[in-house]
């Protein structure tokens, strides 16, 4: 009985790392060496979590839109760091324009992990997401 017990044991601690680490892997689904930088039009913003949302259309020169996604922090992240639901609602209204930098799926899928956002009137959300190593507050070094 006692053998059984302590091999539970030890197979569960075995297992946590790993539970730990699942969802916080963004360095597994984003480039955290590759920043872009994407000019677009705000189709919607999700202030909710785990992370909040921001998505935005990216107009190509031939005409082709994408539809992006930014994966940013929770919202009582965002709040800590001085940005209220309602700013962030405003500023990022439907078809408010943007200027994105993030970090980008490693699949090549239209999701990104933002490090800076800035709109038409030069107001900034910096370091909402997880910055690369070299990119302070969303702007490269």
Known sequence: MRKSV?????????????????????GASYDM?????????????????PHS??????????GAVTHWS???RNPRNLESAGFTRK???EKFAPGAKVEITGN????????LVLGKAVTADGWSLIGAGSPAPGVVGGLVE
């Open 6 to 26: 302590v091999l539970a044991a030890l197979v569960g601690l075995l297992l946590v790392p790993g539970l730990l680490f699942a969802h916080h892997g963004t």
């Open 87 to 89: 700013q962030l609602n």
């Open 53 to 62: 949302q921001l998505y935005f259309d990216v107009t190509d020169d031939s």
């Open 104 to 111: 980008p799926s490693k699949a090549g899928t239209p999701v």
């Open 33 to 49: 060496h590759k920043v872009v930088v994407l000019k677009g039009v705000v189709t919607q913003f999700n202030f909710s979590n």
């Open 70 to 72: 930014a994966e940013m």
